[in-house]
Nanobody
Framework: QVQLVESGGGLVQAGGSLRLSCTAS????????IGWFRQASGKEREFVGA????????DVADSVKGRFTISRDNDKTTAYLRMNSLKPGDTAVYYC???????????????WGQGTQVTVSS
């Protein structure tokens, strides 16, 4: 089992940047792919990006490609979501999740953090 805690959310102006962190207390973190998802108010949860357990492969959604990047440091049991050129449409609660499969499908992730709010003002 992996317990995940997100941090780094907040209020930022359009065009600004934030870096979200997803930290686990278990060393088994390094055995899991990490996915990032977001859910805006009144909308369904959507895939943002994912990173393979060893960090060798990453994928991001078309809506954030070129603006968001994902990385991880297994020694620190932490994954990161770097968000640049933020837009008001990026406003959402952001979640990280751990799973055995490197995938965009949320049902394949077994462990979820509590989420962190990101608000982008225009």
């Amino acid at each position: 089992q992996v317990q995940l805690v997100e941090s780094g959310g907040g209020l930022v102006q359009a065009g600004g940047s934030l870096r979200l962190s997803c930290t686990a207390s278990e060393r088994s973190f390094s055995n899991y792919a990490i996915g990032w998802f977001r859910q805006a108010s009144g909308k369904e949860r959507e895939f943002v990006g994912a990173i393979h357990w060893d960090g060798g492969s990453t994928d991001v959604a078309d809506s954030v490609k070129g603006r968001f990047t994902i990385s991880r440091d297994n020694d620190k049991t932490t994954a990161y979501l770097r968000m640049n050129s933020l837009k008001p449409g990026d406003t959402a609660v952001y979640y990280c999740a751990a799973g055995r499969r490197y995938t965009e499908y949320s049902e394949h992730y077994n462990y979820w953090g509590q989420g962190t709010q990101v608000t982008v003002s225009s």
